[in-house]
């Protein structure tokens, strides 16, 4: 009997796998196969996944965006989670729907929001709302007072404080930007006059009485507006927020006279509805632009009195960091100590209106400095003549200008405290400068790269210890991203990859004992919300080969995230999708690894062609393991694979989620590092894939197309081919934003712009070369493609085409040209690599 039921089970399992095998080739012969026609087509036929996704004020909905099928407009969309149910929000309902944001009362009974450029105020317990204004004019980034009586709110460059029992809506300062009026100089002529004629001085006095009469009487009926602040003819505003308390408003400013915005450019478009060439300006160059140096300001409302905060002690502010670190910059300090000057971002007070927080960044962006100030007990000193202090003349002229003005806050003061300050000599990742207060209003958690990855800080302003103002409190080789403090300030909520580079989960931090818990377990990738009333998470999650879904599961640890859109299309479930396989590739040039997905054929196959995808944005993560931005070039790669080709998409040194050294290894010399890591790939995939290494080329779009063209000018015999869209070719013409953080700017630093901009070495191209680019391209201006195209005839290169678009900007809206484009780079690929 027992072996009768041996040879039962062994046939029964044999049975049992012939039975799926049977079935996964019935599976497998079902499924369709992409074609370069779909993958290109418009990308509804995906299923027009969820957009824009957040919490119902009760936290028992969740409300989404879905674009309408072949239509630009979004329809909004909610679901009640008690009983999985969905319904669409009809344009009548909009009106009474719940609103994105958690501008809360400190009680949590009020929430106040900004729907179609007007404030409105919801109670939470009645589900009352009120609408305070309607307006043709834009009014924004409303809050609440101290004592959740009033609203405060901007309206053009103006803040306004509306009482929520009076309805009175005032104004919280009225600044104009002029000189003070006593202060006006004369001429020649009119003091002639003064002089000559006792008329002219009689009346003159008169006016100046009226004036002063009327001042008074203003200054003196609390029913009017306070007198107004004059801050400078020439002035402008940037930034201005008021205290919850409403006693200090906090300007930041600076002097439009100095702002240059550099030389516009002019791109023609010749397909119109006129007929016409019509052309518009678009915007000037890296270096070209030059902005003054921005001034901050606090105004006491209450005794009408201005300071300036007085930053020059700044740690390493007057450091000259380029001539410091490069042989090859020019030793300019004038132009070098201009490009040191400061920017202002993030200006945020505490509920109580005691204390502001507020970040200074240098223009070079290689400093940044996180800063608070506390108002308690602050009194403003008069000015006096015989200031010894090292702005005194700046304070000088800013006092012919600026009425009230008293004597400048001073770094280190009992009241403007240094909390953080990171240097970097490559530059400052704005990714990791998010900062906050805690619900304590003493203690501020924010996020810095100080360490070499993007980890949390806390700053506990009543618990300082020696010069040790904050504290790291997480550290580790991964990144930490979107933090959300919990209402009682004990635990803060991030996503992170900490369990691997490529995978994102939600994880929880108690504050007082440092301990992490993980929440998620998805991996992919996942974003998050946390609910209003902090139990549950809304999540939008993602794999390699599905696109973005929502879910939603308890706030706590190994809770179970329920998927609640099914928006995939049926369409795409069919498609015999190729699932990437997440490797990490050996660097010969950093300790770590270059992570990579690699699409592999079936079957065994020496000698394999294969392409290389290079990613664009340079400081941007593909390799994750989650849906891709790039989803057409998912869908081509899955396609090329049906061709026989192996596919490489390498997330190169200068990508994202790495960590610091891996992001500035560009620094000064783009184009140069990541060429190194492609090669690298090459290598692998030689050793992995048994791919030919005379058979494989590259493409790659905007950075993509960039170092596609380095490789091929800089490494002939690298590539067998390659396709560059949208290239960079030199960075001389690209923005000032992205391009002055890597490689400065030219004037200081031309020899990081000639080694890095690839028309510099366009006499090395020897392999086909396909450029592709949209002429109404405002990021990489089309120019970039023609100057190369200029350089590459007057070499008289061979063996390339330049395809152009003449209705498309950097990211193409058209299926027609998408599909256009991509029919190219597939010809060049297989007319190279299959002969």
């Given at each position: 009997m027992k072996n009768i039921y041996k040879i039962s089970l062994s046939g029964l399992l044999t049975y049992f796998l012939a039975f799926i095998l049977a079935n996964q080739t019935t599976a497998q012969s079902s499924s369709q196969l992409i074609s370069l026609e779909q993958a290109m087509a418009d990308p509804d036929w995906l299923g027009r996944q969820p957009l824009q996704p957040y919490w119902s004020d009760d936290s028992e909905s969740i409300y989404y965006r879905r674009k309408r099928q072949g239509e630009e407009?979004?329809?909004?969309?909610?679901?009640?989670?008690?009983?999985?149910?969905?319904?669409?929000?009809?344009?009548?309902?909009?009106?009474?729907?719940?609103?994105e944001g958690s501008i809360l009362s400190s009680n949590s009974r009020l929430k106040a929001y900004e729907r179609e450029g007007d404030i409105y105020v919801k109670d939470l317990r009645s589900s009352n709302i009120s609408q305070l204004t309607r307006t043709s004019a834009i009014e924004s980034n409303p809050r609440f007072t101290t004592n959740n009586d009033k609203i405060i709110f901007n309206r053009d460059g103006q803040t306004f404080v509306r009482d929520l029992n009076s309805g009175l809506e005032a104004q919280a300062a009225d600044i104009k930007l002029e000189n003070i009026p006593s202060e006006d100089t004369k001429n020649y002529l009119e003091e002639q006059q003064v002089r000559l004629f006792d008329?002219?001085?009689?009346?003159q006095a008169r006016k100046e009485r009226e004036e002063n009469f009327i001042e008074e009487n203003q200054r003196l009926d609390a029913s009017r507006i306070a007198l107004p602040f004059y801050m400078g003819k020439n002035s402008e505003i940037l930034l201005s927020v008021l205290s919850p308390n409403e006693k200090w408003l906090l300007v930041s400013l600076r002097n439009n006279t100095e702002r240059n915005l550099g030389r516009a450019g002019i791109m023609p478009n010749y397909v119109t509805a006129s007929g016409y060439t019509e052309t518009r300006e678009v915007r000037a160059?890296?270096?070209?632009?030059?902005?003054?140096?921005?001034?901050?300001?606090?105004l006491d409302l209450q005794n009408h009195q201005v300071a300036n905060l007085n930053l020059n002690q700044l740690p390493s502010i007057q450091a000259n960091p380029l001539s410091d670190q490069s042989e090859d910059a020019f030793p300019d300090t004038d132009e070098e100590q201009k490009n040191r000057e400061l920017r202002f971002v993030n200006l945020q007070w505490t509920q109580d209106g005691k204390k502001v927080l507020f970040q200074a960044i240098s223009r070079d962006n290689k400093d940044r400095w996180l800063l608070s100030l506390d108002t308690e007990n602050l009194q403003f000193t008069e000015l006096t003549s015989d200031s010894s202090q090292e702005n005194k003349d700046e304070t000088t002229d800013s006092q012919a200008i600026i009425s009230d003005l008293m004597a400048p806050i001073y770094l280190d003061s009992d009241h403007l405290k240094l909390v953080h300050h990171n240097h970097d000599p490559a530059w400052i990742n704005r990714q990791f400068i998010s900062a906050n207060w805690l619900p304590d209003n003493q203690s501020i958690f924010f996020l810095s790269e100080q360490d070499g990855y993007g980890h949390l800080y806390l700053f506990d302003d009543e618990n300082r210890n020696g010069n040790e103002i904050s504290k790291q409190i997480t550290q580790g080789r991964f990144e930490i991203r979107e933090p959300t403090s919990t209402r009682d300030g004990k635990q803060?909520?991030?996503?992170?990859?900490?369990?691997?580079?490529t995978i994102y989960n939600i994880y929880r931090l108690n504050i007082n004992n440092r301990e992490i818990e993980q929440i998620t377990s998805l991996g992919g990738m996942s974003r998050y919300q946390l609910s209003p009333d902090e139990s549950k998470l809304l999540i939008v999650h993602s794999k390699a080969t599905r696109p973005d879904e929502l879910y939603v599961s308890r706030a706590r640890p190994n809770a179970e995230a329920s998927q609640i859109t099914h928006t995939i299309s049926d369409e795409f479930n069919n498609i015999a999708w190729v699932e990437p396989e997440f490797v990490e590739i050996a660097s010969s040039f950093s300790e770590d690894p270059i992570h990579s997905r690699a699409y592999t054929p079936t079957g065994d196959s020496n000698g394999r062609p294969a392409v290389i995808f290079i990613h664009g944005a340079g400081y941007l993560q593909n390799s994750h393991q989650g849906w891709s931005g790039y989803f057409r070039e998912f869908m081509f790669h899955s396609f090329l694979v049906q061709q026989g080709y192996v596919v490489l998409d390498m997330d190169y040194r200068a990508s994202s989620g790495y960590g610091r050294d891996w992001r500035t290894?560009?620094?000064?010399?783009?184009?140069t590092p990541e060429v190194q890591d492609l090669a690298d790939g090459i290598n692998w995939l030689v050793e992995n894939k048994s791919v030919d290494r005379s058979k494989v080329c590259t493409y790659g779009g905007s950075y993509g197309g960039f170092l596609t063209l380095m490789a091929l000018f800089n490494e002939p015999d690298l590539f067998a081919c390659g396709a560059a869209l949208r290239p960079v070719t030199d960075w001389a013409a690209y923005n000032h934003g992205y391009t002055s953080n890597i490689l400065n700017i030219p004037d200081l630093d031309p020899a990081a712009y000639e080694r890095s901009s690839p028309i510099e070495f366009a006499e090395g191209l020897t392999k086909p070369l396909l450029i592709a680019h949209g002429m109404q391209d405002n990021n990489v201006f089309f120019q970039d493609s023609v100057r190369l195209a200029q350089r590459l005839i007057e070499l008289e290169k061979e063996n390339w085409e330049l395809a152009v678009y003449p209705i498309e900007a950097h990211g193409f809206r058209e299926p027609s040209s998408w599909l256009d484009e991509y029919r190219r780079i597939y010809k060049l690929i297989k007319d190279t690599l299959d002969n």
């Open positions: 407009q979004t329809d909004i969309f909610r679901v009640a989670l008690d009983s999985n149910t969905e319904n669409q929000i009809l344009p009548e309902e909009l009106n009474n729907i719940d609103i008329i002219i001085q009689l009346n160059r890296v270096g070209t632009t030059d902005f003054s140096d921005q001034q901050l300001y606090l803060i909520y991030f996503r992170s990859n900490i369990t691997h580079p290894a560009i620094y000064q010399q783009m184009g």
